[in-house]
């Protein structure tokens, strides 16, 4: 088997010591920037692409990916003995989480979490490690016009099936393209949307603008609503992680449906959240009757399912990262942008030009998340420790350590002022219903999807027909078409058969 | 301030935003050019998407199919005062980062912000507020080489 030889020279990269060592170096800070509120798997890579700038690719891509697992991991902590979802997809958590850490039961949350993230993790790892090298070697056969409609769909995707406000989500992501645009156009040399400033000849930087919206607009939410971290006490007994086995083997189905729910809805952009919402969902909807009115009162099957969703959805995630150069979450995002930043095309040739980079990754995916497992299951009342930490402390060194990331990815003072800039935009964008993780998005993928849509047309010598070209590109763009509208086609379908109101 | 004022007046700034950016667009050409489509022809056609889109949002916010709660206050009685506790300590050691640089700026900004907004203890201001910047200092300059912004005079306050 050519996946499995190649899955072998992977973890044979994945498991040498300097590796390892970055691996669980990527963890640890990940469990912590997952457990702060404020701070987030987006905001730590972020903030860490200046290090890698000094390592090997391969060794680069695995802190980054580390730190990624980690904050997964540790996004629960918080939900569950705070009652404070660190992450979107955490809110399903603290349904369950939360009750169970304030009867006694601290301990066996954290670790049905751990477990479910674990599961999760697996699943996740397994789509990745066997589907990737095949929609890798289909997309190689994607031009231009291909990926244009994959692009196309990523968006539809967060248009139709994400956030509030389907017509915010669209201003949200033209704003995110016209900032990738300012600068120098890349096809023509041509200087644009300057107006003869030389700050905003060098463009804007997505770590930048990532460490902006969602570190500093999550810390003006955090202060603004006055948080207030009163947390439940937290001891790890053996006998917590054994009895949490047991409940696994009991909970199979719900943490099984979990996982597979995660991956099959975290290839989409934006789909952890709904994963994690819908997992519970399920394991509601199919639990014996005499155990729903348990759910909500602290029913482990209740974090199973949710955690086991997140983590399956945030691994798959990287699928369409790796194979189509397409994140799948802000995370991936950022190390997409990583990807760049150390001269690397993301995309389908990555797996011909660069395996070992590739199976180093998928590799090192296997041995991070194992790691992961081991470090919060050993040290997570440690990690919660982090949390009694007061705020007015933590702040100002959060912004301090932001400051540093931002000016280090280009040495640039400005880059601090738009840094400030940014966090008031996200602060003010989250609290108006505009999503941000799609602008983020096109602010990466900015240059690529411009230069698609533009060779696309000098192909077709400007006729928009390239588009709906059978075999591949017709479907995308047609899926991407029903995608974006389907809020509207919904609310047509219920009006038509009059089986309930309207959307609005 | 309403949430529904709010919504309107970004709305407004964005689409004015949309704008300056159409007509930069315009500028530089949108139309055919030797090299296929012109340097602006992206930019317009997003930027048609803002000014559309900001358009049908203030539609939304006056006839009130908004998402949002338009008539809910959009930051709450109080809520102010504790960003601007965190914002204005930020700029100002933004603006101090210009003159000493990032370290020195960030030794006054930590201890002042732990001692006076967060009421702690001279000691811990004291220690938190010096070893996290030297800390960093020897982890990202020394370590890293990633050179930290050091201001008119931070090289010359800074020599070791």
Redesign the interface.
């Known amino acids: 088997m050519d996946i499995l030889s190649n899955l072998m020279m992977g973890l044979h990269i994945a498991v040498q010591p300097f590796n390892v060592f970055v691996a669980f170096v990527g963890v640890v800070l990940g469990v912590i920037v997952g457990v702060l509120p404020g701070l987030g798997g987006a905001n730590g890579c972020a903030i860490l692409i200046p290090v890698t700038f000094v390592m090997p690719p391969v060794a680069a891509v695995i802190l980054l990916s580390s730190l990624y697992w980690g904050a997964l991991y540790g996004g629960c902590i918080c939900s569950i003995l705070f009652n404070i979802p660190g992450e979107p997809w955490a809110v399903a958590t603290t349904f369950d989480g939360y009750p169970m850490a304030q009867k006694g039961g601290a301990g066996r949350a954290l670790s049905a979490a751990f477990f479910a993230h674990g599961v999760g993790a697996l699943f996740g790892t397994i789509l990745l490690t066997f589907f990737a090298p095949i929609i890798a070697a289909f997309a190689l056969m994607f031009g231009p016009p291909e990926t244009f409609g994959v692009m196309l769909l990523t968006f539809s995707a967060f248009v139709g099936l994400v956030g509030k406000s389907p017509l915010k989500t669209v201003v949200a992501t033209a704003i995110g393209f016209i900032l990738a645009a300012v600068g120098i156009d890349t096809i023509s040399g041509e200087l644009r949307l300057t107006f003869g400033l030389v700050p905003l000849m060098g463009g804007f930087n997505f770590i930048v603008a990532v460490i902006g919206l969602f570190g500093l607009g999550e810390i003006f939410l955090t202060v603004e609503e006055g948080l207030k971290l009163e947390g439940v006490k937290v001891k790890m007994k053996w006998s917590d992680i054994t009895s949490v086995l047991w409940d696994m083997l009991k909970y199979k189905k719900e943490v099984l449906m979990g996982a597979i729910v995660g991956c099959w809805m975290g290839f989409k952009p934006g789909g952890a959240t709904p994963a994690s919402f819908m997992a519970y969902g399920f394991a509601k909807a199919g639990a014996k009757a005499d155990e729903v009115g348990e759910y909500g009162k602290g029913h482990v099957a209740g974090i199973f399912a949710p955690e086991a969703a997140a983590h399956g959805a945030g691994t798959s995630a990287l699928l369409p990262m790796l194979t189509l150069g397409i994140p799948g979450s802000p995370t991936a995002a950022v190390i997409l942008g990583g990807l760049m930043i150390w001269g690397l095309q993301p995309g389908p040739m990555l797996f011909k030009d660069k395996p070992d980079f590739v199976w180093g990754l998928i590799g090192s995916t296997w041995v991070a998340n194992l790691i992961g497992l081991f470090v919060v299951l050993a040290f997570a009342p440690l990690f919660a420790a982090v949390l009694r930490i007061s705020f007015s402390i933590l702040m100002p060194l959060l912004i301090f350590i932001c400051a540093i990331g931002a000016y280090a990815v280009n040495n640039r003072m400005i880059d601090i002022w738009y840094m400030i800039l940014f966090g008031i935009i996200g602060w003010a964008f989250k609290k108006l219903d505009y999503n941000m993780a799609p602008m983020l998005l096109a602010l990466v993928l900015g240059d690529m999807a411009e230069a698609t849509l533009r060779q696309s047309l000098i192909m077709s010598q400007g006729s928009l027909w390239i588009f709906v070209q059978p075999p591949i590109a017709l479907p995308l763009v047609l899926a991407a078409g029903v995608i974006a509208f389907w809020p509207a086609i919904s609310a047509l379908k219920a009006r038509l058969t009059g089986g309930g109101e309207p959307a609005h | 301030m309403l949430?529904k004022k709010?919504?309107i007046i970004?709305a407004l700034i964005?689409m004015l935003?949309?704008l300056i950016?159409a007509y930069?667009?315009i500028d530089?050409g949108i139309g055919?050019?030797a090299?296929?489509?012109?340097?602006?022809?992206?930019?317009f056609v997003?930027?048609l998407?803002?000014i559309g889109?900001?358009a049908?949002?203030i539609g939304?916010a006056i006839k009130g199919?908004?998402?949002?709660k338009g008539a809910k206050r959009?930051?709450?009685a109080g809520?102010?005062k504790?960003?601007m506790?965190?914002?204005i300590?930020?700029?100002l050691?933004?603006l101090l980062?210009?003159v000493i640089g990032?370290y020195l700026a960030?030794i006054i900004?930590?201890v002042g912000?732990?001692k006076w907004?967060?009421?702690?203890s001279w000691r811990?201001s004291l220690l938190?507020g010096i070893l996290?910047?030297l800390v960093?200092y020897v982890v990202?300059d020394k370590f890293?080489?990633?050179?930290?912004?050091m201001g008119l005079y931070g090289a010359q306050i800074l020599r070791f």
């Open positions: 949430t709010a919504d970004t964005l935003f949309g950016v930069d667009a530089k055919w050019g090299e296929g489509p012109r340097a602006g022809f992206f930019p997003m930027a998407l803002v889109g900001t049908m949002v939304q199919t908004s998402s949002l959009f930051v709450e809520g102010m504790p960003i506790i965190v914002i300590p930020a700029v050691m933004i980062t210009e990032l960030a900004y930590l912000y732990i907004a967060g009421n702690h811990t938190i996290v910047p960093s990202f890293f080489l990633i050179p930290m912004p």
